[in-house]
């Protein structure tokens, strides 16, 4: 356990959590599955200067994260791990503890993609096992026989293969019990009344999983009529996270949704991983048929985006303390996207915030203990 009094100093440098911004009282002490539930940066400052930049590179490069995936893309992916090695090589200095901090929450210089967080989530939900990603299902070679001159079919099925099992890696090894606090902790993100999500991801399919948020800035420039430039301001352009697998004790699905300039995970990404989530194993059970159609392509933008909701879900979470009211369409079907209330409006950047756990939606109630397994009989 450690302690969040709202601030923790690393080589003199003070780093926040984000109840520090949000003008409530510090955490305290914190378990690593409350911290995980909580989104303490502080816990995970500590944590991560107690386990060391080496183990935590060495276990990111095993995800993938600033080392080769091996997915089936011809384009060079674009992640990087910060490290010392890296850091000796800038001549800047001696790699700090406070570098170690800003890593330890993914901020700073790391660089990771969708895919490769997938594989963390799935990790969790396989009890360490991770596998070797892959964008193929199954593939089918047509061809003809010699002999009787008729067509034929010959399919090749995916077969998963073992990248890492972080329960045995010798002296680097984790912990089942390790593992197990990290899925209770996933868990309660979800489903506590007090997590991270709030409501948004609540489902009967058993959800758990973590929010998260990648600060980011971008320059907006003005120029005059005759292309001279007037003014450049930055404004915040965070990327808002959510990583998760279901069902919980016997998962199935590993996802992670990223939202470019959103406000909240909880509060954007985490209600379109249910939505991918509840019908995809919707589709195995045959609670959900999906037809196949053409459809429009999407006019996408960089708006700001204060929470996304589908319509059966209930009605759009109510805004916390720190948000604008705000407006909504129903468009049937698709998902209904909240911007705010003032045009252009600029959200200041920050860490990570739980969204409004007494948000009403029309959720069903669900226990941890649905999701057990129960113990063989010999």
């Known amino acids: 356990s450690y302690n969040c009094s709202g601030t923790v100093s690393f080589g003199g440098r ?27 940066n502080c816990y995970f400052y500590q944590c991560g200067n107690a386990a060391g930049i080496d183990d935590i590179e060495r276990v990111a490069k095993k995800f993938g994260i600033g080392s080769k995936l091996g997915i089936e893309l011809d384009y060079p992916v674009y992640d990087f791990m910060p490290g010392p090695a890296w850091w000796a090589q800038l001549n800047r200095g001696p790699w700090t503890s ?27 939900a396989n009890n360490g096992k991770s596998y070797v990603p892959t964008l193929v299902h199954h593939h089918v070679k047509h061809g003809r026989n010699r002999n009787t001159g008729e067509l ?24 089942a019990k390790d593992m197990a606090i990290i899925r209770d902790g ?36 003005e120029f005059d009529k005759n292309g001279k430039l007037i003014s450049t301001k930055t404004v915040g352009d965070n990327h808002t996270w959510f990583v998760a697998f279901a ?18 995970g909880g509060g954007t990404a ?14 195995e059970d045959g609670k959900y048929t999906q037809p196949i159609f053409p459809i429009e392509p999407a006019k996408g933008n960089f708006d700001f985006v204060e929470t996304v909701t589908f319509p059966e879900a209930g009605p759009v ?26 045009p252009d409006q ?6 990570e915030e739980p969204t409004d756990a007494g948000t009403a939606t029309h959720e069903p109630d669900v226990r941890k203990r649905d999701f057990q397994k129960q113990p063989r009989s010999h």
């Open 14 to 40: 003070p780093f926040a959590c984000w109840t520090v911004k949000q003008h409530v009282s510090p955490h305290g002490t914190l378990s690593m599955a409350d911290a995980l539930k909580h989104s303490c």
């Open 98 to 124: 406070a570098k170690t901090a800003n890593v330890s929450i993914g901020q700073g210089e790391v660089l990771a993609t969708p895919v490769e967080m997938a594989m963390v989530a799935g990790a969790v």
């Open 152 to 175: 034929t079919e010959t399919r090749t099925d995916f077969q998963p293969k073992l990248k890492v099992d972080f329960l045995d890696m010798g002296e680097h090894s984790a912990k």
């Open 186 to 221: 996933m868990w309660k993100v979800v489903n506590d009344a007090s997590g991270s999500t709030g409501k948004s991801a609540k489902s009967p399919y058993g959800i758990a999983g973590k929010t998260g948020t990648a600060q980011k800035w971008r320059e907006i420039k």
């Open 247 to 264: 069902p919980y004790d016997n998962p199935k699905v590993a996802v992670c949704i990223l939202i470019a300039n959103g406000k909240s």
């Open 270 to 283: 985490a209600p379109i991983a249910k939505r991918v989530i509840e019908r995809t194993l919707g589709l």
């Open 317 to 342: 979470p109510a805004p916390g303390q720190d948000e604008d009211t705000s407006e909504t369409e129903d468009n049937g079907d698709e998902p209904v996207i909240v911007k705010p209330a003032v």
């Open 346 to 351: 600029v959200t200041e950047p920050r860490i």
